[in-house]
């Protein structure tokens, strides 16, 4: 009996985790080789897939995401909510900007590979390419938290720091 028991468990863990990793049907699956559907989901949706802002976090630097989502605790004036605004919605079409000339160059790779068509001098074009484009990245995420910082006192950032760690 405990046997049969044991293999039913077993069989429902099994169906569980099946249906736990049943895919979004929102995603587009990956068009290109070199990126997993994650990632390239990430970057067609401008997301943050490669953390670049971390310095600015662990630093103490907002978002100014994070800085709407609590304009109420912050007491954010109409002026900080109207800028914030704009450095966010900046913020986001860079990252979809960037995401999309990332895609591109990985299938540009991917096809010159495929068709033989590689040689060093452009190699070194898409990769030095796509260090570029994942500097800009980094560098408009950076500056958005760096021009957050600045529109916020003092106090709001301490604030938001603490409720960022309370949440």
């Known amino acids: ?7 039913v468990l077993v ?21 290109v080789k070199t ?10 949706k401008g997301e943050d ?7 600015a976090d662990l630093n103490k630097y907002p978002s100014a995401d ?11 004036s109409p002026t900080q909510v109207a800028a914030l605004t704009k450095i966010d919605t900046e913020l986001k079409r860079k990252k979809i900007e960037m995401g999309n000339f990332i895609i591109t160059n ?12 590689i040689n060093e001098s452009t190699l070194i074009f898409y990769t030095n390419r796509y260090g570029l484009y994942q500097g800009e990245l980094r560098n408009s995420i950076l500056n958005a938290a760096l021009n957050t910082n600045n529109l916020l006192s ?9 409720l960022k760690n309370h949440n």
């Open 106 to 117: 990985e299938t540009k790779l991917d096809a010159l590979f495929r068709a033989k068509k």
């Open 154 to 162: 003092p106090q709001q950032v301490n604030k938001l720091h603490a």
């Open 49 to 55: 897939v490669y953390n670049m802002g971390l310095v």
């Open 66 to 76: 994070k800085a709407l989502k609590y304009k109420k605790e912050l007491d954010l």
């Open 11 to 31: 069989m429902c863990m099994i169906s569980l985790k099946g249906l736990a990793q049943t895919p979004d049907s929102t995603l587009k699956p990956s068009t």
């Open 35 to 44: 990126l997993s559907d994650v990632q390239y989901n990430a970057l067609l």
């Open 1 to 7: 009996m405990i046997k049969i028991y044991s293999f």
